[in-house]
């Protein structure tokens, strides 16, 4: 089993929607994640941090179950400007190093 | 607002030859890292480095990779036989030591490099 899956993709939602996707993880000890957004050939970005049950930043709610090893993260009232790849990432089990899922397109449309 | 930096921006190298990346991590930053990503694919961890050494590395960073710390501010990664299979996108990237799990690492702008 892959350490983070996610759906590649692509979402396309109309501007002013609300939009959630998933990400799964293997490592039961894991205890911090991570959502990056990644623009098209530019450096990951990052949106939230999630260390408890979860966080909400604006717009963002990112959630944390851990009995089911999933990651959410929630857009609502979507910008075209949130056109992106979302990156679920998990540290992994070492202090050392940070773990990417693949992925998922986002496209907002007018 | 403070910001990991990398040059160049772009490379082109002909295989076998040897190419040095270079990085300038956020300046109170203690932990210091590099990726990859192969066009189209997922960001891959290569190696960390903590206390002028390094911490971890993958599989994906063999014998003809290797990192240094030259003077207190750059931070590199060489590559000393370049193959084909080396065109990427390289990542920098740079954290606090904060503890629990929460260190957050924040990207440079990547170099791409291509090897023909």
């Known amino acids: 089993r892959k350490e983070v899956e996610q759906d590649p993709g692509p979402f396309n939602v109309p501007e002013g929607a609300t939009v959630a996707f998933n990400c799964t993880y293997s490592n039961s000890a894991s205890q911090s994640f991570f959502w990056y957004r990644q623009d098209c050939r530019k450096e990951p970005k990052l949106l939230m941090s999630?260390?408890?049950s979860g966080n909400e930043d604006g717009r963002f709610t990112a959630q944390l179950n851990r009995a089911s090893q999933y990651i959410s993260l929630l857009i609502r009232d979507s910008k075209l400007s949130d056109s992106a790849t979302y990156l679920c990432v998990e540290r992994g089990s070492s202090a050392s190093k940070i773990i990417f899922g693949s992925g998922t397109r986002l496209s907002i449309r007018p | 607002e403070p910001e990991v930096t990398q040059t160049p921006s772009h490379q082109v190298t002909q295989m076998g030859q040897e190419v040095i990346l270079r990085c300038v991590p956020i300046s109170n930053h203690l932990y210091f890292y590099w990726y990859r990503q192969i066009l189209g694919q997922k960001v891959e961890f290569l190696v960390s480095?903590?206390?002028?050494?390094?911490?971890?590395k993958s599989e994906i960073f063999d014998d003809q990779f290797s990192v240094e710390r030259p003077d207190g501010s750059n931070f590199t990664l060489k590559i000393r036989s370049t193959k084909l299979e080396d065109s990427a996108m390289y990542f920098c990237a740079s954290s606090e030591i904060l503890g629990g799990g929460r260190e957050t690492q924040y990207f440079g702008p990547g170099t791409r490099l291509l090897v023909l």
């Open positions: 480095f903590y206390n002028n050494e390094i911490s971890e």
């Open positions: 999630v260390y408890s």
